[in-house]
Antibody, heavy 111, light 107 residues
Framework: EVQLLESGGGLVQPGGSLRLSCAAS????????MSWVRQAPGKGLEWVSA??????YYADSVKGRFTISRDNSKNTLYLQMNSLRAEDTALYYC??????WGQGTLVTVSS | DIQMTQSPSSLSASVGDRVTITCRAS??????LIWLQQKPGKAPKSLIY???SLQSGVPSKFSGSGSGTDFTLTISSLQPEDFGTYYC?????????FGPGTKVDIK
């Protein structure tokens, strides 16, 4: 059974940092391009970042503040989020976009 | 960046109706398009990938078509469990981009 289990969300003050993790199982993680997608409360889906065989990619809204990485030995995807803003408040999903999605982890940026 | 539009933004249909949702890309994306279903409070679920390939386990009442800039998701016979919001996503080039969504209600 395929599982994508996100963790690391929480409440953080503006300007703070968080590191999200996504533990994958049930498929060949090392060969898979993986993405982070977010959804602000009551809003649509927004692609945030991806790590593929050709490198790391970011939405303009997070470029320079977020860093995606992966540890294939641990089947885990990460998202380091720095300089967080109120508008980063969202449910963050880990996904193998064409196939599998996690349940999400909530990030709230507020003072 | 490639912009994605969807129409309609919402629809209300009866059980058994044939429902069609369209998605348009601002430039050609060949067949690099996914259709997702999201129910309230739940994670998105992939229905169709590569514009017309049915994801494993997804009922055959869902079908996708199109290539280039214009795409369609069809539900052949709407059922009560099909309510939710449907999104298209292009993965031809980074940054990936979603359509704004189509909310489907059951009359």
């Amino acid at each position: 059974e395929v599982q994508l289990l996100e963790s690391g969300g929480g409440l953080v003050q503006p300007g703070g940092s968080l590191r999200l993790s996504c533990a994958a199982s049930g498929f060949t993680f090392s060969n898979s391009a993986m993405s982070w997608v977010r959804q602000a409360p009551g809003k649509g889906l927004e692609w945030v970042s991806a790590f593929s065989g050709t490198g790391a990619y970011y939405a303009d809204s997070v470029k320079g503040r977020f860093t995606i990485s992966r540890d294939n030995s641990k089947n885990t995807l990460y998202l380091q989020m720095n300089s967080l803003r109120a508008e980063d408040t969202a449910l963050y999903y880990c996904a193998k976009i064409t196939d599998y999605w996690g349940q999400g982890t909530l990030v709230t940026v507020s003072s | 960046d490639i912009q994605m539009t969807q129409s309609p933004s919402s629809l209300s249909a009866s059980v058994g109706d044939r429902v069609t949702i369209t998605c348009r890309a601002s430039q050609g994306i060949t067949n690099s398009l996914i259709w997702l279903q999201q129910k309230p409070g739940k994670a998105p679920k992939s229905l169709i990938y590569a514009a017309s390939s049915l994801q494993s386990g997804v009922p055959s009442k869902f079908s996708g078509s199109g290539s280039g800039t214009d795409f369609t998701l069809t539900i052949s016979s709407l059922q009560p469990e099909d309510f939710g919001t449907y999104y298209c996503l292009q993965y031809k080039s980074y940054p990936f981009t979603f359509g704004p969504g189509t909310k489907v209600d059951i009359k």
